[in-house]
Nanobody, 117 residues
Framework: QVQLVESGGGLVQAGGSLRLSCASS???????MGWYRQAPGKQRELVAL???????NYADSVKGRFTISRDNAKNTVYLQMNSLKPEDTAVYYC????????????WGQGTQVTVSS
């Protein structure tokens, strides 16, 4: 069983930085992990992915500004967000994708990120 808890969100000025954390109650070693976000009135969208082997993929809108990483020993995934823009404002969700290994998908409850101009 995996329970995901995000933290690190908050209010920041444009150009600032935040580091989001996603802590799991169980091992995330076998899971591909991802960060998604949902702005008001918009659909949830992918921000960044990291495979169990450490390969990463990013949405074009955050490439060069955001970095996803994982620490399997701590069962934690991080999202370092630099050069934040007002359009990055959203609720950010952590995801554990077990679909490729016949395990469930898990979502955290989300953490709010607000970037002021």
């Amino acid at each position: 069983q995996v329970q995901l808890v995000e933290s690190g969100g908050g209010l920041v000025q444009a150009g600032g930085s935040l580091r989001l954390s996603c802590a799991s109650s169980g091992s995330i070693f076998v899971y591909g992990m991802g960060w998604y976000r949902q702005a008001p009135g918009k659909q949830r969208e992918l921000v960044a992915l990291i495979t169990r082997w450490g390969s990463t993929n990013y949405a074009d809108s955050v490439k060069g500004r955001f970095t996803i990483s994982r620490d399997n020993a701590k069962n934690t995934v991080y999202l370092q967000m630099n050069s934040l823009k007002p359009e990055d404002t959203a609720v950010y969700y952590c995801n554990a994708d077990g679909s490729t290994i016949r395990l469930p998908n898990y979502w955290g409850q989300g953490t709010q990120v607000t970037v002021s101009s």
